[in-house]
């Protein structure tokens, strides 16, 4: 199944990662691939599904407004989705998060047409993994697609009274 977790709220990739436990607690295999977020070694998420022996790939600079070499990070992208075609049609995988993915396709880093044509050709295919895809601004087409899509709505975020310093153990 192909599942959208997108919206303004907090709580998407918190989300797919809570999908990732209950599949690994269910012994199916998972890996997880970021799309915008950098070196994950800081994160408290990679640190406690790394020891579960998660797959764990980051294909990003950062911040999508902090980004100086667009072409660089299209070709991150391209690797990265081309990682997850390898991993997708090996049948090792029961489960793939594309974290943040959904900024790859909305700001054109990635052909989105491409990435539709694909999961549409292959997402009912015996031994196709379930993927979870999230992010803001998640591409008509993605939602169209999509099994299920989920919208997280932001009512209010502890990031914009503090002076968006992220909090350890919240954001990191």
Same mark, same amino acid.
């Given at each position: 199944m192909l599942f959208v977790i997108t919206g303004n709220g907090k709580g998407k990739t918190t989300s797919a990662l809570g999908m990732v436990a209950r599949a690994e607690g269910q012994g199916m295999k998972c890996a997880v691939l970021?799309?915008?977020?950098?070196?994950? =070694?800081?994160?408290?998420?990679?640190? @406690?599904? +790394?020891? !579960?022996? $998660? =797959? /764990? &790939? +980051? /294909?990003?600079?950062?911040?999508? /407004?902090? $980004? *100086?070499? $667009?072409?660089?990070?299209?070709? *991150?992208?391209?690797?990265? /989705?081309? +990682?997850?075609? &390898? *991993?997708?049609? =090996?049948?090792?995988? =029961?489960?793939i998060v594309l974290d943040e993915? @959904?900024?790859?396709?909305?700001?054109?880093? !990635?052909?989105?047409?491409? $990435?539709v044509s694909f999961l549409s050709e292959n997402k009912n295919r015996e031994g196709f993994p379930h993927v979870v895809i999230t992010g803001r601004e998640a591409p008509k087409e993605i939602v169209d697609l999509a099994d299920t899509v989920s919208e997280i709505q932001e009512i209010k975020h502890h990031y914009h009274a503090n002076g968006g310093k992220v909090v350890k153990g919240i954001e990191l």
């Open positions: 970021q799309f915008i977020k950098a070196d994950p =070694s800081a994160l408290g998420e990679y640190k @406690t599904f +790394s020891k !579960l022996g $998660v =797959s /764990w &790939e +980051s /294909w990003g600079d950062g911040f999508t /407004w902090n $980004v *100086k070499d $667009v072409p660089a990070l299209m070709q *991150k992208c391209e690797k990265g /989705w081309d +990682s997850f075609v &390898e *991993k997708a049609l =090996s049948g090792r995988y =029961s489960m993915f @959904t900024y790859v396709m909305a700001y054109g880093y !990635l052909d989105s047409h491409k $990435v």
